[in-house]
């Protein structure tokens, strides 16, 4: 007889297995060595996921903020900004100590504000990478902002899947190139 799978709160430890379920398709790797880290099984990591898009695609579900603190409780942080139109808000995740899971929503005053934006972003004080050549580039050593600001111009598209972004650049020596990040994290080189 199979264990059953877990139904307890879905807290950070269930979330940081959601953004590895997705990290897996491009670093499968990286994504065991974090799982392991956790404590999870891949069979909780299947499960977090499904309990995750269950509770995004309810009929009558939270709004996708409300999720994040249900998950994350209180944020670390929290700024207006946009003459009071929009806030971020940011969380720590044990797995990734140097950055913070960030998100953007607005317009403030809604009942249920929306996401415009979310992803990991360098935390405040944390030193960021020195991106100077493309070897700078290692999976999971660099969010999207830091790519785009080390190697202008940038310019942000869609990637291959709605967690996904693309940024196309252009390196020190003209050459452009492009590369896709997960929930803001780096994962490869296109």
């Given at each position: 007889m199979q264990p059953s799978a877990p139904t307890g709160p879905f807290g950070p430890?269930?979330?940081?297995?959601?953004?590895?379920?997705?990290?897996?398709?491009?670093?499968?790797?990286?994504?065991?060595?974090?799982?392991?880290a956790l404590g999870a099984s891949r069979t909780e990591m299947r499960e977090a996921n499904r309990r995750w898009q269950?509770?995004?695609?309810?009929?009558?579900?939270?709004?996708?903020?409300h999720r994040y603190r249900s998950a994350l409780g209180e944020p670390e942080s929290r700024r207006v900004v946009g003459e009071y139109s929009s806030e971020i808000l940011r969380w720590r995740l044990p797995l990734w100590p140097e950055l913070r899971w960030e998100v953007m929503a607005g317009p403030l005053g809604r009942r249920t504000p929306e996401v415009w934006g979310?992803?990991?972003?360098?935390?405040?004080?944390?030193?960021s990478p020195e991106l100077r050549t493309e070897a700078d580039l290692r999976p999971w050593g660099c969010t999207l902002g830091?790519?785009?600001?080390?190697?202008?111009?940038?310019?942000v598209r869609d990637g291959s899947a709605p967690t996904r972004l693309r940024l196309d650049f252009t390196l020190p020596?003209?050459?452009?190139?492009?590369?896709?990040?997960?929930?803001?994290?780096l994962q490869r080189l296109l």
């Open positions: 430890r269930e979330f940081q297995l959601v953004l590895l379920r997705r990290m897996a398709d491009h670093q499968p790797d990286l994504a065991e060595e974090a799982r392991l269950a509770w995004a695609h309810a009929r009558r579900g939270a709004a996708e903020l979310r992803g990991l972003v360098r935390a405040p004080g944390a030193p830091e790519v785009g600001n080390a190697f202008p111009p940038a310019r020596d003209g050459s452009p190139r492009s590369a896709e990040f997960t929930w803001g994290l």
